[in-house]
């Protein structure tokens, strides 16, 4: 969900700040996303502006049966000039290099990502956030990692994001 001017004048009966804005812009606000919704906007960066479609079964195999592969829905362009997602795949590969991120710097694959710390509840530790994808120049994996009530991202979801890549680079290397 994007909230916008509209609908924030119909749902809460204010009017829609700067502030608003600037929120909306670092994920902050009103926006709700889901790990899945992240990690395809996230593959779009990495390989350049193709949101793919998620699945999760390839087809089907009934007993004693041959498989069955089930249509695939295509994916989608997200329409930014490629200049502008390089401009974002680079701050994504600088908050690795000496972000927020750079507990990763030393895994050899060259990681790009973005720390989130989510805040929902003014009682409740924020939801800690990490996406990224690796390689850098040749991405091949992405990973979204959500700790609810994890705290800062750059110190809960990062290290769970780091356990895991090392884990993937060390099965699927030569």
Do not use: C
Request: charged residues 20%; proline residues 7%.
């Amino acid at each position: 969900f994007v909230p916008t001017e509209e609908w924030k004048e119909k749902t809460k009966n204010e009017v829609w700040y700067i502030g608003d804005t600037y929120h909306l812009a670092i994920g902050q606000g009103d926006i709700a996303v889901t790990p899945l919704q992240v990690a395809a906007w996230t593959a779009a960066i990495g390989n350049g502006g193709t949101v793919p479609v998620p699945h999760l079964v390839r087809g089907t195999i009934e007993v004693g049966g041959e498989p069955k592969p089930l249509p695939v829905a295509d994916s989608r362009e997200v329409g930014i000039a490629s200049e502008y997602l390089q401009t974002v795949r680079a701050g994504m590969r600088a908050a690795v290099t000496v972000g927020s991120a750079r507990y990763l710097a030393d895994l050899p694959e060259g990681i790009a990502g973005k720390t989130g710390t989510a805040e929902w509840n003014d009682r409740r530790q924020p939801h800690a956030w990490f996406t990224g994808f690796a390689p850098y120049q040749n991405p091949e994996i992405v990973i979204t990692v959500l700790v609810e009530e994890g705290g800062e991202g750059s110190s809960t979801a990062v290290p769970v994001a780091k356990e895991f890549l090392r884990w993937y680079f060390s099965q699927n290397r030569d």
